[in-house]
């Protein structure tokens, strides 16, 4: 993966009015959270964490994003979306019966449970979940191209971009309470957003990102 932002670091804004205490604490307990599960089983969070590594690879050079464990955050915690198809089942009970379905799929088409299938298998069983063609009876009726859209790319996505880790990657600053924007012009940057190697920007500005 490219360095997009080289020497960029979101978490040197923590200590600057960038960010407000809320922000800190908002930050600081997703760094911290564990990495077993609250919610999920033992063999479900076997499924979620292998689903989490084809919806999201990661880059081998940089400890990974906890993206299972903030899936799992969101579900322990009931953390709901404010909305929801009326085709899928609440949250915990959608993410409880898509995991399982998705292990009798890989069972029934491979002989092994889905975190135990090749990567290939694992990208042909979502393919097919994306394009709605699986059907075992474990879905119980719940829509597999739903569930793949509205929960499994949804939930674990927000997750990922959610994470210090990810804002680097895509340069972003944090939240904008209470700093705020001052230049708004098209392409323009404030001192202290980060700077896209090889921009016009690119060193004229590079050296002031953590203000």
């Given amino acids: 993966m490219t360095d997009r932002y080289p020497g960029y670091d979101v978490l040197a804004k923590r200590h600057t009015p960038s960010w407000d205490e809320q922000t800190r604490r908002v930050i600081d307990h997703r760094l911290a959270l564990p990495r077993e599960p609250r919610f999920f089983t033992a063999d479900e969070w076997l499924t979620l964490t292998a689903l989490c590594g084809r919806i999201v690879p990661q880059p081998k050079h940089r400890p990974p994003i906890p993206v299972a464990s903030m899936v799992d955050r969101k579900v322990a915690d009931n953390l709901t979306d404010g909305y929801r198809n009326a085709h899928l089942p609440e949250l915990q009970e959608a993410w409880r019966r898509g995991l399982h379905a998705v292990d009798e799929e890989a069972t029934a088409r491979h002989g092994a449970r889905f975190h135990a299938i090749g990567s290939a298998e694992q990208n042909d069983l979502l393919t097919r979940m994306q394009q709605g063609k699986l059907d075992n009876p474990a879905w119980g009726g719940m829509p597999c191209a739903l569930w793949f859209k509205q929960r499994l790319v949804h939930d674990i996505a927000a997750a990922y971009y959610a994470h210090p880790t990810a804002w680097n ?43």
């Fill in 169 to 211: 990657e895509i340069g972003f600053g944090g939240p904008a309470s209470p700093r705020g924007y001052v230049r708004m012009g098209f392409n323009r940057h404030d001192p202290w957003e980060a700077v896209e190697a090889g921009s016009p920007h690119d060193g004229r500005e590079a050296r002031r990102h953590a203000g």
